[in-house]
């Protein structure tokens, strides 16, 4: 703040004043340009006097004194009429002190919750709304809500950051407890996965890869920037919040045909003209009254335990590793990599994907990447091992103990399909990824 007022005091002349004065003698001045600039030297003066005593009472241990001083030193400065371009000339200094001012409130908002603006709806307290507030605030449904609530701290301030970004507003960091209860692991009836619940199709169409290898809807951050560049357009499709989340649930092509079809112009009169399903009319006021829990908690008698945000260490690679090498490189369990790359599907990292980023627990990157240049084969093969055949075997049985098809044992050993097998015959099987661990 002092440089903008030292920068201020000298830039003086070029600054004119309505008639905020105060109380004190101004110097004679030849002419009205003169007094002008006469006037907006004293008020920069002024200002940083006041400036100077805030500063002061800070040091002593007064916030509240000092805080009362800051606002008038600021309050002398925005009576000034000042020329824009005199400002922009302080556009990096500006930058810094809004930048360190949002980094604050943003730190904040992650552990004492969001601030209640609601800036996207008419109204919090409709009769839906409420409705919805007291059913997730009562039996199961809060049960479910509270682990929701206390999962999404995993994740918030990833997804809270990504929504600054978009410029979009933070209350739809509530979204997945109405999606997919914050349970990324969620897979709907109709074939939707991870915390922003995205089909296979729509996902691809936002760049996520879904193959052999990866889904990468299941990737926090990566499903969290498409969901937003998602609503973003939706926003820009339909010009409002409460229309763009329908369509979230809707899909932007069956949201269009209701709309077309009633000759509705908002999602209310949709409603009343009974032109969306029941889903979707019911999905706003579900997002609402889970975003209004999940501002004030306490409000509505929870009492949430959160778990930590999620924290590791990023590193890129260009080779097919398999994650018993990458564990064993890092010095953790392949489970901890799993829970870290929920998005990877086989064994390995993906081949034919350039700079994959994956995620080691905290504190052991530089461990991996000195072992890991030590090792020789990066995606080693399981191998086979001979199985000899038990009373009560079967082949469906065999095949789901290796983690293997039924074809592929048959296959591997010349099978004919009428085959039956035999007590202590010998079978050569390569184990699949999910084979058991106890392979006897």
């Not at 609402?288 to 260490?313: C, H, M, Q, R």
Request: glycine share 6%; proline share 5%.
């Amino acid at each position: 703040m002092r440089f903008i007022l030292i920068f201020l005091v000298l830039m003086a002349p070029a600054f004119s004043f309505g008639n905020d004065a105060v109380n004190t003698t101004t110097l004679p001045a030849p002419d009205a340009q003169a007094q002008a600039q006469c006037n907006s030297l004293q008020t920069v003066k002024e200002a940083e006097i006041l400036f100077r005593k805030a500063r002061d009472s800070f040091e002593k241990g007064n916030a509240q004194k000092a805080r009362e001083f800051f606002a008038q030193a600021l309050q002398r400065l925005v009576a000034m009429d000042a020329d824009p371009a005199i400002c922009n000339g302080a556009h990096d200094e500006f930058e810094k002190l809004f930048a360190k001012l949002d980094n604050q409130l943003y730190k904040q908002s992650c552990v004492v919750g969001l601030v209640p603006h609601f800036s996207m709806f008419e109204s919090t307290d409709s009769v839906v709304v409420q409705k919805y507030v007291k059913i997730y605030s009562e039996g199961e449904s809060k049960v479910r809500v509270q682990h929701a609530l206390e999962a999404s701290m995993k994740y918030r301030g990833m997804i809270m950051q990504t929504l600054r970004e978009f410029d979009m507003p933070q209350e739809l960091v509530f979204l997945p407890v109405v999606e997919s209860l914050y349970n990324n692991d969620d897979i709907s009836s109709a074939g939707a996965v991870g915390l922003w619940q995205f089909m296979p199709k729509r996902a691809r169409a936002l760049n996520l890869k879904v193959n052999y290898f990866l889904d990468e809807r299941k990737d926090p951050v990566k499903a969290t920037t498409a969901a937003c560049v998602y609503l973003k357009d939706l926003y820009a499709m339909f010009g409002n919040w409460p229309l763009a989340l329908a369509a979230y649930n809707r899909g932007e092509n069956g949201l269009g045909r209701d709309m077309l079809f009633s000759q509705a112009a908002g999602l209310d009169e949709m409603v009343e003209r009974k032109s969306v399903p029941r889903e979707t009319e019911n999905y706003v006021p579900q997002f609402v009254a889970a975003s209004l829990i999940g501002t004030e908690p306490e409000k509505y008698g929870f009492k949430l335990n959160y778990e930590p945000a999620l924290t590791y260490d990023e590193v890129q690679v260009n080779n097919v590793i398999g994650l018993e090498v990458i564990a064993k490189a890092a010095g953790c369990e392949v489970d901890d990599l799993r829970d870290l790359n929920p998005q990877l599907r086989a064994w390995c990292t993906p081949p034919e994907y350039p700079n994959f980023t994956l995620r080691l627990p905290a504190g052991t990157k530089a461990a991996f990447a000195t072992n890991i240049a030590l090792v020789k084969d990066l995606n080693p093969s399981r191998g086979f091992v001979k199985y000899k055949v038990r009373k009560g075997d079967y082949l469906g049985k065999i095949a789901k103990k290796y983690g293997v098809s039924i074809a592929s044992i048959r296959d591997l050993n010349k099978m004919k399909r009428d085959r039956v097998l035999s007590i202590n015959q010998v079978l050569l099987i390569r184990p699949g990824r999910k084979a058991s661990s106890n392979k006897s």
